[in-house]
């Protein structure tokens, strides 16, 4: 499917910023300075699923297969080699075979081989230890029976079924290939990888430094002698750290509309680029912990909601969508009129919350016996606390009242993992626009162990999403993804609030620096950004 249409004015100033950078010989040398909103939970990306983790340390690692890093839309047509060289499927589309590059060096100087692919994804598959405390990836390979090393430098994995989507996990910015011989320990606080640039060091809350990885295997790359993340929680301190020429990039996505005003005015000369996120503001219902159990109630929560405000709230940042990433940023998406069709998506919210009175009767509760909760959100991070406040204000209309708990982000992750919490706001992420990534990471029975921390478990659901990622067919297959979505909805598996936008902003004397315009999980290597100064 052609999906260079996607948001032309971006892509056109990303095309024109290229070929202006292509006549100009890159310059080597200098340390690239970049803002952070938190501190991350580890470096082991295979353990994490927050864009906090994946954005300072990509670089440190390499993926078997990447998007291509110099198209802002990553997307299947344009998957590239990166550690393998090439790769061919079978004849039944079950077996894929790569070969993998040789003469590649860990950091610490040991060769990599084929063991290594083996051992990444062998732990991915829980058959082997390595001693991870999280493992957010192994919903995404169900379907995947073996992975074997063929020779030292070739690897096959065996899956048990066709699946289109294949290759795009493997290309997805997660899936970078770990050290055999390095433990999982280690690899939160003291990663090794094959990547453009390696560790230095990090002082939580303060600091994150990567140094050049002089033995690279690309020639040439990287350009930059160094990498300095700086942890900032305040947003607004950030803006005026950026607008003040102390930091040369902003956080990824860090920019909303209000404070794009604020870097036009006060650095008129900054780059920046508005991109689709597909992040989704959610809402999330513990299915488990009564009352939330009840469908009644949970769907009473769901026509409560006015999505249209939460939209709003996003200051011009926002739009409805679904569980898929909505058109025109997204292929597999709900229209606006295919969302209208369900009674949560309409604009009469009065209607549904008087619907919803009634619902929360019917399960007992009322005027007189109202439901007690704690909304959990983000510290420090305004957009989830209007976010929140907006949840808590809506739903005293049906009975449930509470109070707001910030809790800084790794609590707020382990409180979500363990399903010690009722209610939650939090965002729902895809590091890729493709439906196995987000259904199997986060809707099935499976995944209530990981990335499913709503909990929601629907046999029937389960059977759908694995009929629609064995279909080869890709009109057959969005009409079977769409229809899926719709379902979800209407379970209230964890309400879709809004989708949204947002912008990352640089100085001019960066260059090679690419943003993924439709996933903020993409393009976060920096091997080919250099400074113009």
């Known amino acids: 499917m052609n999906r260079t249409g996607l948001l032309p004015k971006s892509l056109l100033l990303i095309v024109i910023m290229s070929l202006a950078t292509a006549a100009v010989a890159q310059k080597t ?32 690692y390499n993926n078997l297969v990447a998007f291509d890093r110099k198209d802002p839309i990553a997307r299947a047509e344009t998957i590239r080699p990166d550690l393998a060289t090439e790769w061919s499927w079978n004849s039944d589309n079950t077996a894929l075979t790569l070969k993998l590059r040789q003469g590649v ?13 083996q051992c990444t994804w062998d732990t991915i598959l829980e058959k082997r ?81 990567l ?96 999505r249209r405000a939460f939209v709003a709230s996003r200051q011009g940042n926002g739009f409805l969508g679904g569980a898929m990433l909505s058109p025109p ?22 209607r549904n919350r008087a619907q919803a009175r009634k619902l929360m009767q019917e399960a007992g509760y009322g005027p007189n016996k109202k439901v007690k909760v704690t909304y959990i959100t983000r510290l420090n991070d305004p957009p989830h606390l209007t976010s929140s406040s907006l949840v808590a204000d809506q739903l005293r209309n049906i009975y449930i009242e509470g109070e707001i708990e910030q809790k800084e982000y790794t609590v707020f992750v382990g409180l979500q993992l363990k399903g010690a919490y009722t209610i939650a706001f939090n965002t729902s992420a895809a590091s890729v626009d493709d439906p196995d990534v987000t259904f199997y990471q986060t809707y099935t029975c499976a995944a209530r162990k990981y990335a499913n921390v709503s909990k929601y478990c629907n046999p029937e659901v389960d059977k759908k999403i694995d009929e629609q990622s064995a279909t080869i067919d890709s009109v057959k297959r969005k009409k079977l993804v769409q229809e899926l979505d719709l379902q979800l909805q209407r379970e209230v598996a964890r309400p879709s609030l ?35 100064k």
């Open 211 to 306: 140094t050049k990885n002089r033995d690279y295997w690309k020639p040439g790359r990287p350009y930059l002698d160094s990498v300095e993340w700086r942890v900032m929680n305040s947003h607004a301190t950030r803006t005026l750290s950026f607008i003040a020429g102390q930091f040369d990039v902003t956080f990824n996505g860090d920019v909303n509309m209000n404070i794009m005003k604020d870097v036009r005015a006060q650095a008129p000369k900054a780059i920046c680029v508005t991109h689709a996120t597909n992040v989704i503001g959610t809402m999330l219902i513990n299915h488990t912990a009564p009352p939330f159990d009840n469908p009644k109630v949970r769907r009473a929560i769901s026509l409560a909601l006015d």
């Open 105 to 117: 060096k860990w950091h610490d100087g040991k060769p990599f081989t084929s063991a290594d692919v």
């Open 498 to 532: 809004y989708q949204y936008t947002s912008s990352t902003c640089w100085h001019p004397y960066v260059k090679g620096y690419v943003r993924s315009s439709n996933s903020l999980y993409q393009h976060n290597n920096l091997e080919d950004v250099w400074l113009d």
């Open 129 to 209: 230890d390595s001693h991870w405390r999280k493992n957010p990836r192994k919903p995404w390979y169900g379907n995947l029976k073996q992975v074997t090393a063929v020779g030292p430098y070739e690897v096959r994995f065996t899956l048990g079924r066709p699946q289109p989507s294949f290759l795009s996990f493997l290309a997805s910015g997660w899936s970078v290939v770990y050290p055999c011989h390095v433990d999982g320990t280690a690899m939160r606080r003291n990663p090794i990888g094959t990547g453009p640039f390696k560790f230095a060091e990090w002082k939580p809350n303060d600091v994150i430094r």
């Open 29 to 60: 040398g200098g340390t690239l300075k970049l803002l952070h909103r938190d501190n991350p939970s580890s470096a082991s990306l295979q353990e994490e699923s927050s864009n906090s983790d994946i954005v300072p340390f990509t670089s440190l």
């Open 329 to 350: 940023y997204g292929v597999w998406g709900l229209t606006e009129k295919q969302l209208e069709a369900l009674p949560e998506f309409q604009k009469d919210v009065e």
